[in-house]
Structures are given as structure tokens and as C-alpha cells.
T-cell receptor, first 113, second 115 residues
Framework: GEDVEQSLFLSVREGDSSVINCTYT??????LYWYKQEPGAGLQLLTY?????DMKQDQRLTVLLNKKDKHLSLRIADTQTGDSAIYFC?????????????FGTGTKLQVIP | GAVVSQHPSWVICKSGTSVKIECRSL??????MFWYRQFPKQSLMLMAT?????????EQGVEKDKFLINHASLTLSTLTVTSAHPEDSSFYIC???????????FGQGTRLTVV
């Protein structure tokens, strides 16, 4: 089945860049997403990338996709304390004629002032 | 992006009662809706996938008689937790997409507490 993996924890200093990595197994993935989840809150879609793109930039966020290696990364420039949260990557796949969105385990980002 | 509204945001119910959670796509027609459950400090677990007008497909280990899913229209899906017990307390999130291989949008989630 589909598998999406992330490292569990990342700690950075305020003002530095954060890079959160994600690997996936489904080669038929079409969309890949990054979500942010703050404590007690739902998921906030940060950005998504279509599989035929290599890079997407949106203000402080840069998404890089290496489709050959099935590797997705999210770079947050000038990381702020408000960026502290859990970040989930997710990918869409087709399974048994149905579509799924599969999430990684989440990376907890801790920003140190 | 498209808006998916989930209601209620949080609910407390007594053990043995049933709770209904609504998921609405506000500005697009959702041919497929997904229901997820999130346990504390864990990732989202897909419970079921529903296509408008047909029965939901449940993931292995999810009791379809306990978690009733109805996707009666292109803008509304409901999840009913029947005879809720404290172990059903969790964060439930819905997601919707408009068509094959399109992006998915998520509701804000519902925190269910069964006492």
C-alpha cells in the first residue's frame, strides 16, 4: 500500500530556515500537499504541488519535489515562533478504483526564540 | 482555495448516544469525500471514502455499523458515530475533492469527547 514517511521532530532557531522532508512510495501520486496543524486545531493547507512540477514557491514557503526519488520537501525561510506546529505531508493515490489521500506521520517543528 | 465546512467544531456527548458530524463543500461539488480520525500525537487515519450516491468504502478495521457515512448530495456528507463510547473520543476530519485526481480540501475538524 501507500506509505508516506517523515522525520518526527525538527528544532531550529528563530530566523533560520527550516527544511522538512517527506518520502512517499506511490509512483502514481498526482498531488502532494503540506499541511500545518497547531495544537488542538484542524489542518491548515499550506501549499500543494502537482506531480509534474519540480518546485513551487509561495512567500516564505518553498516546495521541492524529486519525483524520481519520491522525495518532497518544505522549506520555511526566516522561521518564526508562530511556525511551531506539526507539519504533515500527504499524497493522493488511486487504490482499487478509489482515490485516497495518505498522510505522513507528521514532523513537529520547534522554533527556539 | 475551495472551502470545506465541518460542523460542529467540538461536541461532548454521553456514552451510548449518537453524534452526527456534517461536512459541506461550500463552493464546489464534491464527488468524493473522505473521513479521517486522528488519535493524540498520531497522524490521520483514513476511515472511509464515499462517492456521492453510493455506499462508503471503509478501511480495514473500521466498523461500518458504528461509523455511518452518508453522502447524499454533492455538497454534503455526514458521519454518525452510533452508540458512542469514551474510546471513540477523537478528532475527526473530513476532506472533499471535486473529481478524479484533483486536489483535496479539508474541513477544520471536529473534536468529539464522549463522557
Amino acid at each position: 500500500g501507500e506509505d508516506v514517511e517523515q522525520s518526527l521532530f525538527l528544532s531550529v532557531r528563530e530566523g533560520d530556515s527550516s527544511v522538512i522532508n517527506c518520502t512517499y512510495t506511490d509512483s502514481s501520486s498526482t498531488y502532494l500537499y503540506w499541511y500545518k496543524q497547531e495544537p488542538g486545531a484542524g489542518l491548515q493547507l499550506l501549499t500543494y504541488i502537482f506531480s509534474n512540477m519540480d518546485m513551487k514557491q509561495d512567500q516564505r514557503l518553498t516546495v521541492l519535489l524529486n519525483k524520481k526519488d519520491k522525495h518532497l520537501s518544505l522549506r520555511i525561510a526566516d522561521t518564526q515562533t508562530g511556525d511551531s506546529a506539526i507539519y504533515f505531508c500527504a499524497e493522493t493515490s488511486n487504490s482499487g478504483g478509489y482515490q485516497k489521500v495518505t498522510f505522513g506521520t507528521g514532523t513537529k517543528l520547534q522554533v527556539i526564540p | 482555495g475551495a472551502v470545506v465546512s465541518q460542523h460542529p467544531s467540538w461536541v461532548i456527548c454521553k456514552s451510548g448516544t449518537s453524534v452526527k458530524i456534517e461536512c459541506r463543500s461550500l463552493d464546489f461539488q464534491a464527488t468524493t469525500m473522505f473521513w479521517y480520525r486522528q488519535f493524540p500525537k498520531q497522524s490521520l487515519m483514513l476511515m472511509a471514502t464515499s462517492n456521492e450516491g453510493s455506499k462508503a468504502t471503509y478501511e480495514q478495521g473500521v466498523e461500518k455499523d458504528k461509523f455511518l457515512i452518508n453522502h447524499a448530495s454533492l455538497t454534503l456528507s455526514t458521519l454518525t458515530v452510533t452508540s458512542a463510547h469514551p474510546e471513540d473520543s477523537s478528532f475527526y476530519i473530513c476532506s472533499a475533492r471535486s473529481g478524479w485526481n484533483t486536489e483535496a480540501f479539508f474541513g477544520q475538524g471536529t473534536r468529539l469527547t464522549v463522557v
